[in-house]
């Protein structure tokens, strides 16, 4: 079964400082992988993906991915974080056969940005 | 375009009472439906799924049922509400051939 971890729950960065969310996922196979950002109240958005190609992902808002096959990681980065970048990041993992593709996601890191 | 709506966006329900969420999609067609729930400081657990109307599969034995009467709509229901059925909902669409899932604006569930 595929999982999904995140090991920060909570993490605090100025403004302006560089981000880097972690995220390492199980699969059996080459995954799709997702990074989708909640603001509070808020439905998820998603900032990013990988399907296949490139390792180096760009997304929205500046953000980017890198898919490590070696190390079953897809950590998500931001050179310098903006005060409006605090929400919670879910990073996700899909099966990419069959046609349901469920998603299973981590629990979340809750972003703090200090000004 | 495609857009995703959920209502009603909060709802406030004593114990034991019925509840009714409903997700429609608009400019798809035949999605494949997806309903979330989020806990407190928990994340996003996946509650069933659908491939097709009438279509429906359950991830997590619980209090909840889903059903799909048309092909753009896909509705959450408890007969009795438990306070452990509150938290986030969410639903999701996915065009059948894609894999990314859009995600609806959420419905607040409080159980008192």
């Known amino acids: 079964a595929q999982s999904v971890t995140q090991p920060d729950i909570h993490i605090t960065v100025s403004e302006g400082a560089s981000l880097e969310l972690r995220c390492n996922y199980s699969y059996g196979a080459t995954p799709y992988l997702f990074w989708y950002v909640q603001s509070p109240g808020q439905g998820l958005q998603l900032l990013l993906k990988?399907?296949?190609?490139?390792?180096l992902v760009q997304g929205i808002k500046g953000f980017e991915a890198e898919f490590k096959r070696s190390q079953s990681s897809f950590n998500l980065r931001k050179p310098s974080v903006h005060w409006s970048d605090a929400a919670e990041y879910f990073c996700?993992?899909?099966?990419?056969?069959?046609?349901?593709?469920?998603?299973?996601f981590g629990t979340g890191t809750r972003l703090q940005v200090t000004l | 375009s495609q857009t995703i709506h959920q209502w009603p966006a909060t709802l406030v329900q004593p114990v034991g009472s019925p509840l009714s969420l409903e997700c429609t999609v608009e400019?798809?067609?035949?999605?494949?439906l997806y309903w979330y729930r989020q806990a407190a400081g928990r994340g996003l657990q996946l509650l069933f799924y659908?491939?097709?109307?009438?279509?429906i599969s359950s991830e997590v034995p619980q209090n909840l049922s889903a059903s799909r009467p048309q092909d753009r709509q896909f509705i959450l229901s408890s007969k009795k509400l438990l306070l452990s059925d509150s938290g986030f909902y969410l639903c999701?669409?996915?065009?059948?051939?894609?894999?990314?899932?859009?995600f609806g604006p959420g419905t607040r569930l409080t159980v008192t």
């Open positions: 659908s491939v097709g109307i009438g279509q």
């Open positions: 999701a669409w996915k065009s059948s051939k894609g894999a990314k899932q859009y």
């Open positions: 990988y399907f296949s190609g490139d390792t």
């Open positions: 996700a993992v899909a099966g990419n056969t069959g046609t349901a593709s469920k998603l299973t």
């Open positions: 400019g798809t067609s035949n999605p494949n």
